[in-house]
């Protein structure tokens, strides 16, 4: 008798990253190490979101070479162009085209309440262009396409996770069931990492300061100094605080690149000064990012490999991502 195999489908995820310089620590431990981890059990999408780096003025020669290095970093992460489908979200029309159908069912009132479009308004108070207000739609467009389970973000992204899920309800509401409404997938340790000058503020890869945040690709010389000047307090005390910013975040950063837990780490430095902490939290990360490095190095210079993966990878994306467009399209009325 032949036996009957059931096989459940594997649950799918989405993220997206903008090429708008090299990440940082806080990409990394927020989502990026994700990304990876949950290749063998989701079935995993990944892009390169381009089309939201423009949201912010970008020198053309420079967006070309980070979009390139963006794409061989997810590679050098671990992305298996085997295993996930890894693309380049301006190759796949159908982002911006479905962003155009969602911003119709998107309101003033709720874009106007996002802190990221509040913060990056005033940062760059000379151009609040009308792509940086819609940003969050192209966002949902990005996510809906793919019908995901769960994307995988840092904290901060969770309120544009949350519009993405109200205009999906909002679209289902009337028209039935076309898109599938996601979970945010966030990880416990590292969802916000902090930035080293001030612990108040989130690492970022464009603040100006360049000791506050860890690039992804930086020399190990220069991970371990920048831990050594890190903002901590005059305690001279590892324990975890509300009021011990600055060493709570080199705690959390070595939680995450170590596996070990916050009681473990203050276990290990007890009775032993800041000036050890540091210099084993720097260790630790750079010996994490440094296979990184090492397969970056490997593949950004082979322009031919990285083109054929990215062609495949859009392919591959716009396959899923059409049919969900026609419905759409088909759902509202449009002839087709
Ligand atoms: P910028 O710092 O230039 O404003 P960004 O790093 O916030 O950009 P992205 O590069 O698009 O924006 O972020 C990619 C991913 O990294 C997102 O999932 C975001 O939530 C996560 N992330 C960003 N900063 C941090 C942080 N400090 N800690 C944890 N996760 C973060
Ligand atoms: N806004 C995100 C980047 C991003 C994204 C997405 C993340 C664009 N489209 C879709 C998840 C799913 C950010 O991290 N700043």
Redo the contacts with the bound molecule.
Sequence with gaps: MSEIIEVTPKKRV?????PTGIPTLGNYLGALKNWKNMQDEFECIYAV?DL?AITVRQEPAALRKNIYSMFALLLALGIDPEKSIMFIQSHVPEHAQLSWLLSCYTQFGELSRMTQFKDKSAKHADNVNAGLFTYPVL?AA??LLYKPDF?P?GAD?KQ?LEIARDIACRFNGIYGDVFTVPEAYIPKIGARVMSLQDPTKKMSKSDENLNSFVGMLDSRDDIIRKFKRAVTDSEACVRLSEDKPGVSNLIGIYSAVTGKTAEEVEREFDGKGYGEFKLAVGEAVADALNPIKEKYDSVISDKAYLEQLYKTGAENAERIARKTYFKAMKKVGYVL
């Design positions: 989405l993220s997206c990253i903008q979101a939201h966002m990005d996510i994307v973000v992204q544009h």
